[in-house]
């Protein structure tokens, strides 16, 4: 991520500027930061988790989300843009801006955003005390890691990779590694 225009701004100004904005940015402690444009792929496995959990989430109280929606994280004073999420939190159904409640956050790696998704992003989500899945997917190495919030508020990784089904377990579904990669060509 790059600092947008090194603008700094509370978060109520922040909401009301990126209304405004043609692309979008990421917010963190004040600063702005504009986000740049994901590859081909990223978009595809993106686009067929979130095709997964919508359809197996019908019904349910829980909703899918994709790229284009933001989560708060108010205790990081922060709103990012994750890749897939899932609220089943009717609180967030309130609000047309952002959710606050998710249950599962998904991120796609790519080269430029892999160590923050690993490392201070992951730090600011695992403060929200509704998440109970933080899934991280590398589509170089047809990797899926998930990990998943125990009751001693530690997180636990479930390493998926090979022709096996991802479980979801904070929402009772699951999805098949090649039905995450499909129309993803080998590399």
Known sequence: MQTAQHLRMTADDFLAWEETQAEKHEFVAGEVFAMVGARQDHVVVSGNIFAGLKQRLR???CRAYIADLKLRVESADAFFYPDV???CHPGDLKNPQYISNPTLIVE???DS???YDRGG???AYRSLESLQEYVIVDIDARRVECFRRTTDND???HDYHGDVVCEF???GVSLALADIFEDIEPV
Do not use: E, H, I, R
Request: overall charge positive.
């Open 155 to 157: 997180w636990l990784l």
């Open 85 to 87: 999420m899932v609220s």
């Open 108 to 110: 796609v790696l790519s």
């Open 121 to 123: 992003k992951f730090v």
């Open 59 to 61: 019904g349910t109280p």
């Open 169 to 171: 377990q904070s929402l």
């Open 113 to 115: 955003t892999a160590a």
